[in-house]
């Protein structure tokens, strides 16, 4: 791992990078597909590690092998870990993590989860208002700047609507939703719609880009890594090799569904 610590990130990095070994050690064992994610995979091609000023880590799973994860994790996943599920994003630390329920959270990985888009597009605008809302039923904690008046209204009102339910009705609500395409065998593209507001309706990747799996490395060790990365990493940040502007080096948690 990179020494220079000039974005104030390398504790953080250090904290998370032998979360990621166990994860990946645990996969392997129990024959579960994963790959690193947005800006963790972004490293592995660009930096061959840590983004400099990023302190999180991303992985993703297809629906199949999100499911055997879970459900093997609740059978052995090593006693120090947990998985932690407070809005639509699951994400993994330690037990002991300090700063797990802070906001946004720090020291956790996100789990995020391939799922198929439903080939007819009236169902997939569907789709996509009612995880929209089901996000703003589900958040605790908003930021509104940034947001046009009527998304303000918007999240206030769905905001104050999901406080009448239990968070577990709306998280399984928002997993069944997530899950519509997948019996389309119509369907020929994926979205991750356990990420950001913005991104459920705009990211979409072809099928076949989850067809493979291939070892990546990152900061000296091997992890999984989807076969269609560069397809991922193009449609997600365009010209991904190209290093962004000073002032746009910062780390961005958006993802996590605190702001937009």
Known sequence: MDINNEY???QMQQYLLPIL?????????????YSLSDGTLLGAVRHKGFIPWDDDIDITFDRENFRKFIKTAEESLPEEYEIIHDIWIRRI?????????????????????????????????WQVFLLKTLQGMLKTNIIYEG??????????????????????????????????????IRADTIARF?????????????????????????EDHTFMGI??????????YDEYMKMPDMNARKTNHEHVGMKE
């Open 8 to 10: 104030g990130t390398l």
């Open 147 to 184: 947001f046009s008046v009527q998304k303000k209204a918007m999240l206030f009102a769905t905001h104050t609507m999901g406080k009448i339910l239990p968070r577990k009705v709306k998280q399984g609500w928002y997993d069944a939703v997530s899950q519509w395409g997948n019996r389309d």
């Open 21 to 33: 070994i166990d994860i990946d050690k645990f996969c392997r064992e129990n024959d579960i597909k």
């Open 93 to 125: 630390t330690r037990k002991d993590n300090p700063k797990k329920n802070s906001f946004p959270p720090e020291g956790c990985i996100d789990l995020f989860i391939f799922d198929k888009v439903p080939h007819d597009k009236i169902q997939e605008k």
């Open 227 to 236: 076969a269609g990365w560069d397809i991922f990493l193009s449609t997600m």
């Open 194 to 218: 356990n990420g950001s507001y913005s991104g459920i309706d705009h990211m979409r990747y072809p099928l076949y880009v989850i067809d493979s799996y291939i070892d990546i490395l990152f």
